[in-house]
């Protein structure tokens, strides 16, 4: 925008004003229900009974943040969210890596060892990102069932991996697209097989969409609730499941402040991996495009 | 025996011939190049023969042995790519021993043949950098000092300087014809250079429409083309080609170039460029070739032991060049090129008399564009 010179009359300073207004009443209100929540989770309960939503905490305590964590009720039992955060953890990491894994093993084998109907087999894949969800939850049940892996955590892995398989592979696919299969043909004559090329030659050039697929697929997994409430066990709950289970828990006076506090404990990962990773997202989501 | 032979390749894409049975055979240590316009089938055949591509007939053999369903790695070959194909997260000195380290060469061995390599391409102060750290011209030393490190019986080159300016892409020819020299290395060059072909090789074969057209010496494919095409794709400016017709007899051929509203141009054709083919194309129309360089100014100084047959034209155009001056002549019906002296003083609209080595004419049929005389 800089690059256009234009004279500053007075009126295109007010207009200018007004859109730095208008942008940020905007942002005012997307961050308005953040703050609430965070002022909410630092407030005794009187002082959310007696005051408004957005009165800033008179005795700011960390108390519901340590309720949530490790005594409230979720369900049956009272044990606080903490277990269930560390249960997200078991099942996010795993189904992170192999899914992210596979994807750019498809996503190389697709561009740089082209075979017959390899453009079809990718098509086929891309289904794997417009099926909802819900339509395949009892058949995933049954095959969950036969595989003996039924309400565990390595069963709610599976599901995670081949539901994030579609979207990996859609983002390696498009990137080694963009990598030169002179590079493959180069190292294939420098006596490279399949898996060295992959090793050696594009696996380390391979970093921003590493990057995109992790935080992708950590935000999607670590935010299911669905397949978290189908297919988990008792012990194997992830916190999304355990934060429904909190707040719906109605037994004794609504802890506002515990929920808000739970809740904030369940969105807090995904918000540090995209501050750390953020800026190689857009990055790698952008790279290809504009050559060099 | 042949350091490389290949006999009768044939290469299919569907329903798409891009190679039509290629033969050919070359020595050890001989250079040669696949020169031709895109998509002659040039990049094809070499990616035949690295094994990249596999043909759909006939067979390639390298240093006796066949090859031809071998993969790339096991044919003892190295390759230097257009875009070079560094491989980006690597040193230069990782990216020169990769094809060592592949073949399980021990450490010692591979720094030794790192060294070499650094040395005789002169890219020792480099070995440290990642190829995004090079200019063009460093960057194509290194891929050159990938394919040396393993000394191969073949190297293959595919248009490994066309990403390079001009200045640098002739200073490099001359450093890889010297590299020749120096190593005595079997090499396949490919290029759409006529200039590359002619300078660098020792054999050159003509492609066009995934067949070879003509496979000779430099000097033969330049001075005895084989068609029209091979005789108008190499040389630059290209070769003149003037209409012309057949008359007279054996001993004493003649060649009329009609020209618009003017007196017919008449050429002897000379004795000792006769052939027995030409007694069936008497009053026929003919393609005659000639080189911009076969004219040459009048000198009025020689006077009578003058060589060439008089012939005098209207400059259209005068481009000089340093070296020397093209000129543009309407000839025929058409514009040819000439190439004279710098020191001849020509505008454009003014008449010049030139002289034309009809020695070293050719002669092709108008139809088939075949070679006759």
Known sequence: MDNVIRRQTPMARLLRVLVYAALGVAALFYLLPLAVMVLTSFKPLDEITAGTLLTLPENPTLAPWVKAWGEACTGMRCEGMGGYFWNSFAIVIPAVAISTLLGALNGYALTKWRFKGAELLFALMLFGCFIPFQVILLPMAQTLGWLGLSSSRAGLILVHVIFGVAFTTLFFRNFYVSIPDELVSAAKLDGAGFFRIFRRILLPVSTPIIVVSVIWQFTQIWNDFLFGVAFSGHDTQPVTVALNNLVNTSTGVKEYNVDMAAAMIAALPTLVVYVLAGKYFVRGLTAGSVKG | ?373
């Open chain 2, 1 to 373: 025996m042949s350091a490389l032979e290949i006999q009768h390749v044939c290469k299919d894409f569907g329903s798409t011939q891009v190679l039509k049975d290629v033969s050919l055979a070359i020595d050890s240590g001989e250079f040669l190049i696949l020169v031709g316009p895109s998509g002659c089938g040039k990049s094809t055949l070499m990616n035949a023969i690295a094994g990249l591509e596999p043909v759909t007939s006939g067979e390639i053999h390298i240093g006796g042995e066949e090859i031809t369903w071998r993969t790339p790695a096991e044919r003892d070959i190295a390759m230097v790519f257009q875009s070079y194909a560094l491989y980006p997260s690597m040193t230069v000195r990782q990216n020169i021993a990769f094809g060592l380290e592949m073949r399980k060469v021990p450490k010692a061995e591979r720094e030794a043949a790192v060294e070499r390599v650094a040395d005789l391409l002169q890219i020792s102060n480099l070995l440290e950098r990642k190829p995004s750290q090079l200019s063009g011209g460093q960057r194509q030393r290194v891929a050159m000092g990938r394919a040396l490190a393993r000394e191969p019986q073949i190297y293959l080159f595919d248009e490994p300087l066309s990403n390079l300016d001009a200045k640098l892409r002739v200073e490099m020819r001359t450093e890889i014809k010297k590299l020749h020299q120096r190593l005595g290395t079997t090499i396949v060059y490919v290029t759409h250079d006529q200039i590359e072909a002619m300078t660098l090789a020792d054999c050159i074969a003509v492609m066009r429409d995934g067949r070879i057209l003509q496979l000779g010496s430099p000097d033969e494919i330049y001075n005895d083309p084989v068609d029209i095409f091979v005789a108008g794709f190499m040389g630059s400016p290209s070769m003149n080609f003037i209409a012309a017709t057949l008359e007279g007899e054996a001993g004493d051929y003649r060649l009329r170039v009609a020209t618009p509203g003017a007196d017919d141009l008449v050429l002897p054709w000379p004795i000792s460029r006769e052939t027995d083919a030409l007694a069936d194309q008497v009053g026929r129309s003919l393609v005659l070739g000639l080189r911009p360089e076969h004219f040459t100014e009048e000198d009025a100084r020689l006077g009578e032991r003058a060589e060439g047959t008089p012939l005098a034209a209207t400059v259209s155009v005068a481009e000089p060049t340093g070296a020397d001056i093209l000129l543009r002549l309407p000839l025929g019906e058409g514009e040819i090129t000439a190439r004279v002296d710098p020191h001849c003083r020509v505008t454009p609209g003014e008449r010049i008399a030139l002289r034309v080595d009809m020695r070293r004419a050719v002669l092709f049929d108008a139809a088939s564009e075949r070679r006759l005389a």
